[in-house]
């Protein structure tokens, strides 16, 4: 008759599923909601050597207000297909020093990963002299996950894109829908 597992190595069982249940869960995701200090906003980012990066907190970039170096944050990794909650992790803030070999590795993942900038060809210099590129590290064990409706009104930025309808639009479109 064999012997049950002892709960140490039901405990290494247990942390080696949850690591691999947060980096593809993460990997997977487009989109994670992080909260430092601050309210939770939602993030783009790349997974990179067993940890979460971002940049931002530069002109045109994500904000990310209370996230700093040393910091703890809290990550909530939603489903890129539903949309809801997948699981919850606590990560340890880390900021890139520009020109580094890990800031230049991240770097070069982030930039596969942005859309729409205007300065493509020039964006990693941007990034070098007004953004911070941070590394979140998942700490052992998991997060229960929010429970309940998180919504909230959106946080104030400078991405926003709306703006009053131009007076003539409507006329505009009503013309292309007669000419059809």
Do not use: I, Y
């Amino acid at each position: 008759m064999s012997q049950p597992p002892a709960p140490r190595q039901n405990l290494l069982d247990q942390a080696l599923l949850d690591q691999a249940l947060v980096e593809e869960a993460t990997k997977k995701s487009g989109l994670v909601w992080v909260r430092g200090t601050g309210p939770a906003r939602a993030l783009w980012h790349v997974w990179l050597d067993g940890a979460l990066h971002l940049v931002g907190d530069g002109p045109g970039e994500q904000p990310f207000p209370g996230l700093d170096d040393g910091s703890v944050a809290q990550v909530t990794v939603r489903s890129k297909d539903k949309g809801g909650r997948l699981v919850a992790w606590t990560a340890l803030v880390t900021e890139l020093t520009a020109g580094t070999e890990e800031w230049d590795a991240a770097v070069a993942e982030l930039k596969g990963k942005r859309l729409n900038t205007p300065d493509a060809e020039r964006m990693t210099d941007r990034w070098a002299r007004e953004c911070r590129v941070l590394r979140l590290a998942p700490q052992p064990g998991l997060q229960p996950l929010p429970e309940g409706d998180l919504a909230a009104a959106p946080l104030p930025s400078s991405a926003t894109t709306r703006r009053p309808v131009p007076a003539g639009l409507p006329k505009l479109l009503l013309k292309r829908k007669r000419k059809r």
